[in-house]
């Protein structure tokens, strides 16, 4: 079944798993709907472009794959890569470590992401995606409040309850620089730099 939502946001990944002794390899493509991101312990006040890249990293796991032309459990390479992109690009930012505990780390919101063609496979050129709104969560997985700020022609509108506040007029504080409580981002992909053609 296909939907309109599903059209505009669903990507591809590339799985590839590979075996360090023979380099027997094998291919999965994966759809999704978000790309979902871990909160790097080692950098402070990471950005998201940071965090996607972090997430996209080879791996070399030890032991727990059976290889089937080496006959036994291998170590293998897995890595992760995009494959295609959507029109409509949403990130989650990966929050909560569990039920009862909330990552609260400030991270850094990019106003664009740019990726160069060789960073999604099926592109020819690069692709740059413009921000365009985030979702904020105070409070944790039992309870909590959920405001959203959208960047709009009149500039970036913070929507909390029935509270609407232009926040680029009304604020000092720019809410893309260490902000600790942004858990999901969305991200438009320019028209003039559509490269599925």
Known sequence: KKSIWQKNTQGFY???????HCNLTFYNFEPFTSLNIDIPRDITHPKISSMISQSLKEE???GDWFCTKCNKNTAYKK??????LPDVLVIIIKRFI???LKNE???SINDYLTFNKGSILSNKKDATYIFSSTALHFGSLN???YSAICNTRDGNILYDDRTVINIDTDSKINFKEKNVHAYMLVYTKQKNNDNTK
């Open 143 to 145: 309870g909590g409040h």
């Open 105 to 107: 780390a400030a991270i």
């Open 79 to 84: 890595s992760t890569k995009l494959w295609k």
């Open 98 to 100: 569990n039920i009862h």
């Open 60 to 62: 070399v796991i030890q």
């Open 14 to 20: 590339l799985n590839t798993t590979r075996c360090i």
